[in-house]
């Protein structure tokens, strides 16, 4: 970028500050975004992988987190949910996984400002 | 200059409406258009301010509305001054405020210098790092409790894994020792990009030609860094110390949500104090005194502080 400018600047910082400056600056920024970046991940983990002890770096994603976030969900007997028609989406699906069916939105829904 | 745009509105009104205004002069007509702001603004700032100056006269408790309310002069602000406890909330929040600031200051105008070398990609850079401030104070007490479980969370595993301690002993907010430390980390991590956006704009606005002219001067970059940069640059670090010191002295919801005031009472900072005050034991006339006293302690200081910007201003 500055290579390709023919006036000499004295006050334009030496190739070397700049990466090292730039390398610092990144590492600082890369160490802020880990909290960040954990929950972002632990929000697409299952329940008991997002509290694993060692915690998981490596896992299979699932919508599971929002699911149970978004939906209110009743415990059904086996029986009842093997004569239940296939399932018609993601929620649907991981929830009953669980031996639970969706029973409808859940309280937090009406208070996503997104929704106004 | 101001009496022609005045002018030029009045033309520019549809003449139904200046008929009907016909008659009240430029300045009532701005009084009518302030006046819906100013009633807010004493209903909802003013009017409590000086309801709790009442209050904190008398012995008032919001729990018992119908109870007698007495005068009691100023042995509100006498109780509140002796008490061991609150002295020690204030002795909290100052070891809170001076390390807060200390490290969001040192960090936030390091990181503003490296930024203003300009490398490649800076500004992208500069975005990511201010990601933190951009979060709601309720969201970042949250997750980071979560990060700070002894038992699973990052933290401590993280923690554990570079230094060979068990995560059962890093009780980041069970500990005595820890936790006023814990929520030091959180409010640094959270507010450093503040103090570096601040202290970057006071970098930019060096000029080149001074520089330059250091350079003509052999100065040294040492020379040139305390010579120029710092004092340069310092009205704008006290303005974000001033600003950082003022809500810290305040600080109250990353606490609530990180330790409530404990373990004990290690982090009960003095907002805490004064909640627990006016609604757990619901002496309503003490905590109103309590907050007019911290009320006078935040605008003496901030007042005293500013003065002496202002001096560094006009050197």
Not at chain 2, 101 to 111: A, D, E, S
Not at chain 2, 197 to 225: H, K, M, N, T
Not at chain 2, 250 to 274: N, Q, R, W, Y
Request: some cysteine; charged content about 15%; glycine content about 4%.
């Amino acid at each position: 970028m500055s290579s390709v400018t023919s006036a000499h600047s004295v006050v334009e910082p030496s190739p070397a500050s700049k990466r090292i400056a730039g390398a610092i600056v990144i590492l600082y920024a890369l160490i802020t975004m880990i909290p960040l970046v954990w929950i972002f991940l632990t929000s697409i983990k299952s329940p008991p992988d997002s509290i694993s002890y060692p915690p998981k770096i490596v896992f299979s994603p699932t919508l599971e987190g929002y699911c149970n976030l978004l939906t209110t969900r009743t415990r059904q007997t086996p029986e009842y949910i093997a004569s239940l028609p296939a399932p018609t989406g993601t929620c649907d699906e991981v929830t009953r996984k669980r031996n639970m069916v969706i029973a409808g939105p859940s309280n937090f829904l009406p208070r996503l400002p997104i929704l106004w | 200059m101001v009496e022609k745009a005045a002018d030029a509105t009045a033309r520019a009104t549809p003449t139904s409406v200046a008929h009907r205004v016909r008659g009240l002069s430029d300045r009532a007509i701005a009084w009518v258009f302030i006046a819906p702001t100013i009633v807010l603004l004493l209903a909802i700032n003013i009017f409590p301010l000086i309801w709790a100056i009442y209050l904190s006269f008398t012995n008032y408790r919001a729990n018992r509305p119908n109870a007698p309310v007495q005068n009691v002069g100023l042995s509100n602000y006498e109780r509140v001054l002796t008490d061991p406890d609150i002295w020690q909330a204030m002795q909290t929040t100052a070891h809170f405020v001076f390390w807060t600031i200390l490290l969001q200051t040192v960090i936030g105008f390091t990181l503003a210098y490296l930024i203003d070398r300009k490398f490649r990609g800076h500004a992208f850079w500069t975005t990511l790092i201010l990601i933190p401030m951009m979060l709601s104070p309720a969201v970042v007490g949250n997750f980071w409790r979560f990060l700070y479980e002894p038992q699973i969370g990052l933290f401590a595993y993280a923690v554990s894994l570079v230094t060979g301690i068990p995560t059962a002993d890093i009780q980041m907010l069970g500990s005595v020792s820890l936790a006023p430390w814990a929520i030091i980390i959180v409010d640094t991590w959270m507010w450093t990009p503040y103090v570096m956006l601040i202290c970057l704009a006071g970098l930019r606005s060096i000029p080149d030609y001074i520089y330059e002219a250091a350079e003509v001067d052999r100065a040294s970059a040492w020379r040139q860094f305390w010579s120029i940069t710092v004092p340069m640059a310092l009205p704008f670090i006290m303005l974000a110390v001033l600003f950082r010191g003022i809500e810290n002295f305040k600080m109250f919801d990353m606490v609530t949500l990180l330790t409530g005031g404990g373990p004990g009472s290690t982090t009960e900072v003095a907002s805490i104090t004064l909640k627990r005050t006016a609604f757990e034991s619901w002496a309503t006339g003490r905590a109103s005194a309590f907050a007019i006293i911290l009320f006078v302690a935040v605008f003496g200081l901030a007042n005293i502080y500013v003065k002496a910007l202002n001096k560094v201003k006009q050197r």
